[in-house]
Every structure is written in C-alpha cells, then in structure tokens.
C-alpha cells in the first residue's frame, strides 16, 4: 500500500520561505506524476505544482509561479515543494498526491487526476 508522508509545513511571515517533503513509502514514482495540492478554509482544494516523470515537465497554478519551485530527489521517492515569497494567501492545508502511468492525465490540477494522497501538512502565512 502506498503511503505519502507530507512534512515541512509552519508558520511564516509574509515574505518568508519553506520547504514541503512528500516521502512515498518503499515506492518510487520513476513511472508516474507527483503533485501538491492546498485547501484554505472554506475552499475546494487546488493544484499548486506537478512533475510528470515519463515526459519530464512540471507544471505550475498561475498564482505560484515564480515563487515555488517543485523537484524531487533521484530514486523518485521524495517530492519538494519549495516555497519563496510567502503571502498570506498561500495558507492552507498542503497534500501531496501522486501515481503512476500519468499519460492519460488531461489536468494536471484536477483532484481526480491522482490515486495516492497525503495527510496533509499546515502552512500559515501571516502578515
């Protein structure tokens, strides 16, 4: 069974940095996507990053880019998220979320998109 272990996660003032780490537990993504997800309250879960491993790429929100970078470690097991220029809009309920065979992924951001998810990590960014 696939785990993701998210971590990282803090408060911050606004302009600040972290980073995440999302661990899969003895499995390697070599073969599929991986990919950050944020819930602020009251609010549907967004999309934040990707990396897509078969085609090589990252995707990143519009809201995002510029200020994180998403990367993983060589064996695909561990993803990055890391977090510059923090605003207070950026807080929220941070999930890793991943699988394998990504090549029939038309949204990279859709929740449905992926299998395995996180618990979730908190990011608070204030002001």
């Known amino acids: 069974q696939v785990r993701l272990l998210e971590s990282g996660g803090g408060d911050v003032q606004a302009g600040g940095s972290l980073r995440l780490s999302c661990a899969a537990s003895g499995y390697d993504f070599r073969d599929g996507c991986m990919a950050w997800f944020r819930q602020a309250p009251g609010k549907q879960r967004d999309g934040v990053a990707a990396?897509?491993?078969?085609?090589?790429?990252?995707y990143y929100a519009d809201s995002v880019k510029g200020r994180f970078t998403i990367s993983q470690d060589d064996a695909k097991i561990t993803v990055y998220l890391q977090m510059n220029s923090l605003k207070p809009e950026d807080t929220g309920v941070y999930y890793c979320a991943a699988r394998w065979y990504c090549g029939r992924v038309g949204n990279w951001s859709a929740n449905s998109a992926y299998i395995h998810w996180g618990q979730g990590t908190q990011v608070t960014v204030s002001s």
């Open positions: 990396i897509f491993n078969e085609v090589g790429t990252t």
